[in-house]
């Protein structure tokens, strides 16, 4: 299938009733149609869709005292007086709004960039609800031979979406892509040991449905859910520590969108250029062009192409992230990360969130640390962090922790028991010399995997704090 | 703001058409609007909501239900919507009705405080956000403050073929202050918050002295040491034990994961699982608090559930389909974020009732632990029983006396041996419902309330 041509013009038809009005100004306009199955023990609960929201946001730049007032404004009216309403709004409050930032620019045309990346699912383009449905029953199918393992509770969401963007400078672009949100909680039970039921619980966000991978993943899954039954807590102390991809989609994205971009600059809190922030040797991307990532398109959401920026080189801080506003309050030029979206991509109208400094895909190149089973070798004694509960780091100190839900003790340089229970936690990005995730890092594994936001191979931190079921110990190293 | 009630003849003819092929169907729509302030050191922001309207249609499909909504209320619409279920009806093969009772109410609820935000204007409220960063900023040491005012007013008309019309609008109040402190690479930060559904008054809770408070104890973070690791006594201040409450026997009582046999609770239900002096309850119709909703999106009234009284548990949190499946009646919980989202079993407000000990009897009896102080997130584990909780300060408990100021701390715990641990539960008869907002899996976050006294038990800590 070829790239499908975006036939919403919604952006376009909100600019042609703008064109009168002072510049500079965009408008981010969406259709998006939603499918989505839900899905119980006993299979399907819930069929919705289509969910039909077409809408668009109207941002003014206006000269203000040396400064820019913003003003901004959404709607999902489209009549002459549903945009004449949200002008009115943008207006009012620009009234109010100031950011340092001097005669601005918005982008005349979306320049050469990379090819655009794959972003959309043919299947999902062409027929959501059977590709959903075919998906579903492909779920239930890997589970059936499963003997104590099943599907409990989830959902698979897609989102059609159809993007556009037009601007006072001449700007008119549009692109086409699918998004997969997918929640699944497996569940083991039952056996002769009495041990009680185990859950693992995946969300993820994508670009494409992959049927065809669902039986190697219920295969993992189901380990995970019965290992879980049987699993103690951690010890207590700075351990060497194996974090997986999946685990650092959770950790990395959140932390690095405002620490390593204009937002952080602007208010000092970001690392100085050239500042040591990670291990020395690890390199660290954003790359906005990588196919089938979900932070990957054509252009930024402010129409600039997309491509792969260094914020890590060699262990120092280097490039930032910028949008248009970010950049000339700071003396730069827009890297095109100027992005409709929260921290961690996860937004569902980008039409209503005004552009800000963010993450594509945070991107660690393959290192020299081998496979998973040599990077556990490398632990000799750790643990393999599998999954942790909801890790948030706050983007103003970096800080990140959560529950552990599954993991493995390493012992002699190989898995051993499973865990579950306790917490580990620390800095993401510390000042220089001081212990953090990345200045921690001592061995990259070789084999990069994509998954939501990053795409990272894992990585074996020496010295993060865990917290088991020890008597308390020493106080954590701060 | 415009009426939803204005499209009631287009919203019929739909679930007319809707439910000419399935045995129930019902309408949701739902419209919001609402501005904010924000000002930091570098930065002033005004935003108004974006004006995004629309309605969900759900029928009954004979085995399962079938849903699809629009952004917009135009006949075409409105019919493209009706087109599509027609066709999801025509090929159920069952004509089943639908689990548990529909509701059949009808009324009205449309707050009217005495002075509404929408008469305040954006240049009051960025006036009042600036004086909030005004009284942090001053204090020697903050670096910079993040400090906003922001509202919403939520607008919801249901309708269903077994008669229920229900229609209300709710007002919802925020002021927030971020602190933040650096020193010598250090970076430290903590917040301050109310919430509630009102007008103009709510404002005003935020003070001169709660601001410079927070200000100065996000200074004093700067040299707060790491916290303890390890299993140990925790005592948790009235927010953190809500925030248990919420994680716990909120998610926990969620009846929905009850009829898919993924919650450690059902099986419990009736026990005995805590001291006598453990009372847990969700309550939606406390006026003023910010989860509270006059009616679900189902069409129930909202009301008070206990879930743990006294010790026992005696209940959970129903919507139709789990209260059919279990013997029970709906409880008034179910709940969509907006018109786009799905009907779930939610909580609205979520507390634990007062017990009997002063906080110097708690610290006392804590002996070596920590305090954990000013909670930001939570989750549960509706399976396993595990929980989580994070917080951004706390103080450590040596000997029954509170030492050393401590940062950011995660607490985590098996809920059923936390339990058992309890200790004892404060006697602070005058908590505050705090504001946050609850997701359900990745998604679907909306506004519910927590709150509770000073509670000491058990659990495993350590750094976030």
Not at chain 1, 9 to 30: F, Q
Not at chain 1, 241 to 247: A, D, G
Not at chain 1, 340 to 354: K, M, P, Q, S, W
Not at chain 2, 221 to 237: I, N, R
Request: hydrophobic share 35%; aromatic share 6%.
């Amino acid at each position: 299938m070829t790239t499908p041509r975006v036939t919403a013009d919604t952006a376009v038809r909100v600019a042609d009733r703008l064109r009168p009005v002072e510049p500079p100004w965009d408008v981010y306009g969406e259709r998006i149609v939603t499918h989505e199955v839900h899905f119980g023990p006993r299979g399907v609960e819930l069929v919705r869709g289509p969910l039909v929201l077409e809408g668009y946001g109207v941002r003014l730049l206006r000269p203000k005292e040396g400064k820019t007032a913003i003003g901004f404004n959404a709607s999902t009216d489209t009549s002459d007086s549903g945009v004449a309403e949200v002008l009115a709004g943008a207006q009012s409050v620009a009234r109010y709004s100031e950011f340092p930032a001097k005669d601005v620019q918005l982008p005349s045309g979306a320049g050469a960039g990379s090819p655009a990346p794959a972003v959309v699912d043919p299947h999902l383009w062409d027929n959501a609800p059977l590709a959903l449905a075919q998906w579903t029953g492909a779920l239930f199918a890997a589970f059936e031979r499963s003997p104590d393992a099943s599907v409990s509770f989830g959902s698979v969401k897609s989102r059609r979406v159809e993007a556009t963007l037009s601007n006072s400078a001449g700007l008119s672009t549009g692109y086409a892509h699918t998004e997969v949100e997918l929640e699944v909680a497996i569940k083991s039970a039952g056996g002769p040991e009495g041990a009680p039921a185990g859950e693992y619980w995946v969300t993820s966000f994508a670009r494409r449905l992959e049927p065809e991978r669902l039986p190697e993943l219920a295969e993992q899954w189901s380990r995970f859910a019965r290992d879980a039954r049987h699993a103690r807590p951690p010890p207590t102390g700075d351990l060497n520590v194996v974090l997986p991809p999946n685990v650092l989609e959770a950790i990395l994205p959140q932390a690095l969108s405002f620490k390593l971009s204009g937002r952080g600059r602007l208010r000092e809190l970001s690392p100085a250029p050239g500042a040591e922030v990670a291990s020395e040797g690890v390199d660290l991307f954003d790359d906005g062009t990588l196919p089938w990532a979900i932070g990957s398109s054509p252009v930024d959401d402010e129409g600039i192409p997309q491509r792969r920026r260094a914020l890590i080189e060699s262990g120092k801080s280097s490039e930032l992230l910028y949008d248009t506003l970010y950049a000339n309050a700071l003396g730069g030029v827009t890297s095109g990360n100027g992005l409709r979206a929260g921290l961690d991509l996860t937004g569902r109208e980008r039409f209503a969130r005004i552009p800000g400094p963010a993450c594509t895909t945070v991107s660690i190149p393959a290192g020299s640390g081998g496979s998973d089973r040599e990077l556990i070798e490398a632990a000799g004694d750790g643990i393999w962090i599998q999954q942790i509960g909801w890790p948030s780091p706050d983007p103003i100190t970096s800080g990140f922790g959560g529950e552990i839900r599954i993991g493995y003790r390493i012992r002699n340089g190989k898995l051993a028991e499973p865990v579950r229970g306790g917490t580990v936690g620390g800095l993401v990005l510390g000042p220089p010399g001081a212990p953090s995730l990345l200045a921690n890092i001592s061995v990259v594994g070789s084999s990069p995997v994509l998954t939501g936001g990053v795409s990272v191979p894992p990585l074996l931190v020496r010295g993060l704090t865990v917290a088991g079921e020890d008597v308390p110990g020493a106080t954590a190293s701060a | 703001m415009a009426d939803l009630r204005d499209h009631e003849v287009e919203l019929r003819r739909v679930l007319q058409r809707v439910g000419a092929h399935a045995a129930f169907a019902e309408v949701m729509a739902q419209a919001s609007q609402g501005e904010s302030a924000n000002i930091d050191s570098k930065s002033r922001r005004a935003t108004t909501s974006p004006h995004i309207a629309g309605a969900i249609i759900r029928a009954w499909a004979g085995a399962r239900w079938v849903e699809a909504s629009s952004s917009s209320f135009d006949a075409k619409s409105l019919a493209a919507v009706a087109d599509g279920l027609e066709r999801d009806l025509r090929a159920a093969r069952s004509s089943d009705p639908p689990p548990g009772e529909s509701s059949t109410t009808v009324g009205e609820s449309v707050a009217r405080p005495a002075r509404p935000m929408r008469e305040m204007g954006l240049e009051s409220e960025m006036e009042r956000a600036r004086d909030y960063f005004r009284w942090s900023m001053d204090v020697p040491g903050i670096k910079n403050v993040q400090a906003w005012v922001a509202w919403w007013d939520d607008e919801r008309f249901y309708l269903n073929t077994a008669g229920a019309r229900c229609y209300y609008v709710s007002g919802r109040v925020r002021a927030n202050i971020a602190a933040i402190a650096v020193e010598n690479g250090r970076t430290e930060f903590d917040y301050d918050s109310s919430g509630a559904i009102g007008g103009q008054e709510i404002l005003e809770q935020m003070t001169e002295e709660r601001a410079r408070t927070l200000a100065q104890e996000t200074v004093a973070l700067l040299h707060a040491k790491s916290p303890p690791t390890g299993a140990m006594s925790v005592l948790l201040d009235g927010g953190t034990t809500g925030t248990f409450a919420h994680e716990s026997f909120g998610h926990g009582t969620e009846a929905d994961q009850f009829v898919r046999d993924r919650s450690y609770l059902k099986p419990i239900l009736g026990q005995v699982v805590g001291p006598e002096s453990l009372t847990i309850a969700d309550d939606g119709s406390i006026p003023g608090a910010w989860g509270s909703i006059p009616f679900d999106d189902e069409g129930h009234r909202s009301g008070k559930t206990l879930m743990i009284d006294h010790g026992r548990f005696v209940g959970a949190l129903h919507d139709r389909d789990s209260a059919r499946a279990l013997h029970a009646k709906a409880t008034g919980n179910t709940r969509r974020s907006d018109f786009q989202s799905r009907a779930y079993v939610r909580m609205t407000n979520t507390y634990v009732e007062a017990g009997d000990w002063s906080f110097d009897e708690l610290v006392q009896e804590a002996g070596d632990g920590v305090l954990l102080e000013h909670w930001t997130s939570g989750m549960e584990d509706p399976l396993g029983g595990q929980m989580q909780i994070k917080v951004r300060r706390g103080r450590r408990i040596e000997h029954g006396k509170l030492t050393d100021l401590v940062s950011s701390m995660a607490l985590s715990g098996t809920v059923l041996r936390f339990l058992k641990d309890i200790r004892g539960v404060g006697n602070d008869n005058k908590f505050r419902m705090d504001s946050g907002f609850c997701g359900k899996g990745h998604g679907d976050y909306l506004p519910v309330g927590d709150g509770g006294p000073y509670l000491l038990s058990r659990a495993v800590v350590g750094p976030a």
